[in-house]
């Protein structure tokens, strides 16, 4: 194992995941530094999402130790973790009967913050990620668009000053533009609080735009750890599967999808 890997600011230490006799995750290993994004890469079936549900423990690893910020999270409180983990999904998972401003609070609230300090919070979230909370933030979720829905899901991720943000395919189910938009957003906001973050995916050229690096998984297994560059000559099975997917044009163009 890669000792660099150990001391990460997220590490999997030969990770394993059996559920009735299937084996999900076999051996993974791989650390994330803060300001760094590491995107799962993976077909559907690949374990790419249950790595993702072991970091904040909604599944409990059946082997090896995933550590966070130097501690193991197996000895954490369940609770407090998810708290300080952002996590952001495709369905957006707001509450319903609650405004924008109380979807985005959740967590502070939770956490017990000063109520002045979760309205300024609030606030300065719902600026970044472009939705003006006077205009928007008493505004029920229903009422919203879906590009709108997840800017505020993003907002909720980021509102008790996370350490870490996980994302499972959040913007697949955006149309194109509105996803190119959130995209970027992400980029300016992985600049902006400099957080480790793992980001699931299956659509390439998302993982060549977004990752700092990208982990391709197959069958439970980390084929490859490579930076986008370095992924545009990777020659697995599964790898290259994803690159025939690309126009032939991108495939050898260094910088043809990143900022």
């Known amino acids: 194992m890669d000792q660099g890997q150990l001391l990460s600011y997220l590490s999997f230490r030969s990770v394993e995941f059996v559920r009735e006799g299937r084996r999900i995750l076999d051996g993974v290993t791989f650390g994330v530094e803060r300001g760094e994004t590491l995107v799962l890469l993976g077909r559907s079936g690949s374990g790419k999402t249950t790595a993702l549900r072991l970091i904040n423990r909604m599944l409990q690893s059946t082997g090896g130790s995933i550590w966070l910020d130097g501690q193991d999270i197996s000895r954490m409180d369940p609770i407090q973790l998810r708290r ?150 990777l020659d697995t099975p599964v790898a290259r599967s994803f690159l025939e997917t690309l126009p032939p044009a991108l495939i050898n163009q260094q910088d043809a999808v990143r900022p």
């Open 84 to 233: 300080s983990i952002g996590y952001v999904i495709q369905d957006f998972g707001l509450l319903p009967h609650w405004t924008v401003e109380e979807n985005v609070s959740l967590v502070p609230r939770l956490q017990a913050w000063p109520t002045e300090k979760q309205r300024r919070r609030t606030q300065e979230l719902l600026e970044q990620v472009g939705l003006s909370s006077e205009n928007l933030g008493l505004r029920s979720p229903h009422e919203l668009s879906g590009g709108q829905k997840q800017r505020v899901a993003v907002a909720r991720a980021l509102a008790a000053d996370p350490k870490l943000l996980l994302f499972d395919e959040p913007f697949g189910a955006l149309d194109p533009v509105t996803r190119h938009e959130m995209q970027q957003q992400f980029l300016d906001l992985r600049r902006k609080y400099n957080l480790a973050s793992v980001f699931v995916t299956h659509d390439l050229l998302e993982a060549l735009l977004i990752g700092t690096r990208i982990a391709v998984l197959n069958a439970g297994k980390v084929e490859a750890i490579v930076t986008p560059d370095e992924f545009r000559h």
